[in-house]
């Protein structure tokens, strides 16, 4: 039987390594028939993502720097000259200081404030600009945030705020584009054993601490994060857009530890 996504085109932003959150994702739409390009920052990470992308069967990598208009512009030239149309991209982007991210968020420097929504944020917006002339047919733009955007998190600072607006991002984008057929989600996952993830200050504490309270009494795998991209992306989620989506074994309901660990 054919995928979900059989036919379908996506550009996939943020791979770092197999254990990516963005990997995960790819992995799943390309399971479901997708074809793939992605993007990378720099010849090292480039060494990182080709043998990946190359597994799911995609010859189609890109050296994209967010920052850098040129950059993205030929981006997605080259993109439009290959493919001509584009079904789904995956938003996989952030970045902050790891100086800043521990320690006090009212120690937040200025210029990382800056970096970080610029990255973390506004890149999004960049990026579905660009996709809007590719997505001929409709289509459906992705990204990643975390709870830490709403609630409280030690540690996680300047990135709460990167993603709050981010979220509030994924809501005015899914407005606007959504004439156009163009569904806006983010996925939430709770903690990760991630190169990002790692960067916060007391990653592995928090790690430990939602696996053990929240209701699943277990953190999001990959293939549940991936399997979740996979129905937002397909006709399934057809008439899902704006929303940020949960994937945390449940522990952004509780508003008190399990009983066993006060």
Known sequence: MPGLLEGKRGLVMGVANDRSIAWGIAKALAAQGAELAFTYQGEAFGKRVQPLAESVGSDLLLDVDVTNDDSLDAAFAALGERWGRLDILVHAIAFSNKDELTGRFVDTSRANFKQSLDISCYSLIEVARRSLPLMTEGGTILTLT??????VTPFYNVMG???AALESAVRYLANDL???????????????????????GGARKTYRHTEANAPLRANATLEAIGG??????????????????????????LGMPQPENI
């Open 146 to 151: 975390y709870g830490g955007s709403n609630r």
């Open 178 to 200: 959504g004439p156009q057929g163009i569904r806006v989600n983010a996925i939430s996952p709770g903690p990760m054993k991630t190169l990002a993830g790692a960067a916060i």
């Open 228 to 253: 979740t991209a996979v129905w937002l992306a397909s006709d399934w989620g057809a008439c899902t857009t704006g929303e940020v989506v949960t994937v945390d074994g449940g522990y952004h309901v």
């Open 161 to 163: 705020v990167a993603k």
